[in-house]
């Protein structure tokens, strides 16, 4: 499913959300992509409800959707969600910056079927203890196979 640009807000995820929580009656989708949609952190959460427990999502495209540190800890509880299938999560163009990101990768460390993540142009830097969360992320998780951290 891709809503491409299509001025989702915080209502829209919230629809959405419901959506793609299990036993509603929504088919199985293995690719939702919400890129350039501003609904940001808040409109995140509300996403979350549904995301954090499908099985069915492989791929999670929120490219430039506005979401900042306070969207942080939805996207580690998507990640760490123990039948989770999902296997690449795109955020570039987001603004998490050093906390957020590193609470995103703290989950990217322990998901389990994730191969790839994309956290470029998020403004984060490379503080000591940033370097370190990034470290620690490639030392724990052994089927990530492609970072994006441009």
Known sequence: MELLDDKVTPLGCEFLGKTLTPGS???P???LKLDHN???SDGLKHLAVGIKENVFIKTLSLTYCD???HGARCLMEM???SKSLLEEL???GNNLGNQ???IVLNGVSIAKNLKMIHLADNNFNQEEDMLES???CMTRNKTLAKYDFR
């Open 67 to 69: 979401i900042d540190q």
């Open 29 to 31: 989708i293995s690719i």
């Open 79 to 81: 990640l760490i969600f």
């Open 100 to 102: 957020g990101s590193k």
């Open 25 to 27: 009656a929504c088919p």
């Open 90 to 92: 795109i955020l570039t």
């Open 134 to 136: 990034i470290k620690s």
């Open 38 to 40: 501003a609904f940001g």
